[in-house]
């Protein structure tokens, strides 16, 4: 990390009001540092959704379970980490929800919906022991908010960078 | 103060819902569920959702869409969407729903395409 690098990390229940607590967080650090309006959208519902992920998929509600959400900023940009006390998935085995046979599915879209609106995503062990979600935007330079351009694209077309 | 209202009115055989706030996992994914459930339970099932003030939703939110469509259907009915917001219309083109749902943008063509 840089020395102008930041940390914040927050323990969070296992409920529902997490979600919406997390989101708020996130959102006020990417507005403090200068994302646009739309970018502030996109990272706000990311975090949201792995959230989400993380109380129902890893920590399946369990209460006693909790979720663990960390922001790192660097000068470059903000990198998201949301950990649960689940088993942990690998990404491959999760089903593409544009395939035709999933379009009427009523869940597995939070994960399409992270890799679409973040610049990076993966998902790896982590140290909580289930599932670690990471994904970072690129921050703006001062003065400017550009967009990142992936909205509307596909899955195919957001493509994941690995973590380095 | 709640996440989402819902406000009934019928035009001619059809139930419009119209809807305003955010459709996300809890309280608003909750209430549009119980509001199509309820229609249904009613036996109504010419339903469109005015989405006109739904400024919010989340992956929750739109599996509640699908949800209610997929419920609709099965008892051979028809749930339509009037009058996407941008975010909300992004939203359902990116995850391909835009191909499952009838979408309108008026109200009287909408209500039109039940007869």
Same mark, same amino acid.
């Given at each position: 990390?840089?020395?102008?690098?930041?940390?914040?990390?927050?323990?969070?229940?296992?409920?529902?009001?997490?979600?919406?607590?997390?989101?708020?967080?996130c959102l006020r650090v990417a507005e403090a540092v200068g994302f646009s309006e739309e970018e502030c959208?996109?990272?706000?519902?990311?975090?949201?959704?792995?959230v989400i992920n993380a109380f129902h998929y890893g920590n399946q509600e369990k209460?006693? +379970? &909790? !979720?663990?959400?960390?922001v790192d900023l660097t000068r470059e940009k903000m990198v998201i980490h949301v950990m649960d006390e689940g088993r942990g998935f690998r990404l491959a085995d999760v089903p593409d929800p544009l395939a035709e046979e999933n379009l009427l599915s009523t869940s597995g879209r939070g994960i399409f919906l992270m890799r679409a609106f973040m610049d990076e995503?993966?998902?790896v062990a982590g140290r909580t022991g289930g599932a670690e979600v990471i994904m970072? +935007? &690129? !921050?703006?330079p001062s003065g400017s908010a550009p967009s990142n351009g992936n909205h509307g694209k596909s899955s195919s077309d957001a493509t994941p960078k690995q973590e380095a | 103060m709640p996440a989402l209202f819902a406000t009934r009115r019928e035009v001619g055989s059809v139930t419009i819902i119209d809807l305003s706030g955010r459709i996300s996992l809890g309280e608003g994914s909750a209430l549009l569920r119980q509001t199509v459930r309820g229609l249904l339970a009613d036996g109504q099932t010419k339903i469109l959702l005015n989405l006109g003030d739904v400024n919010y939703i989340d992956s929750s939110g739109i599996g509640e869409l699908v949800s209610g469509f997929t419920a609709v259907r099965n008892r051979d009915g028809e749930l339509k969407l009037l009058n996407l917001t941008k975010k909300v219309h992004d939203l359902l083109q990116i995850t391909k729903l835009f191909t499952v749902f009838d979408v309108y943008t008026d109200e009287h063509t909408a209500v039109r395409s039940y007869q």
């Open positions: 990390m840089t020395p102008e690098a930041k940390h914040l990390e927050v323990v969070l229940d296992t409920h529902v009001e997490s979600v919406n607590l997390a989101e708020e967080m959208y996109r990272i706000g519902m990311s975090v949201r959704e792995g209460p006693d +379970k &909790k !979720i663990h959400l960390a995503f993966n998902v970072s +935007k &690129k !921050i703006p | -």
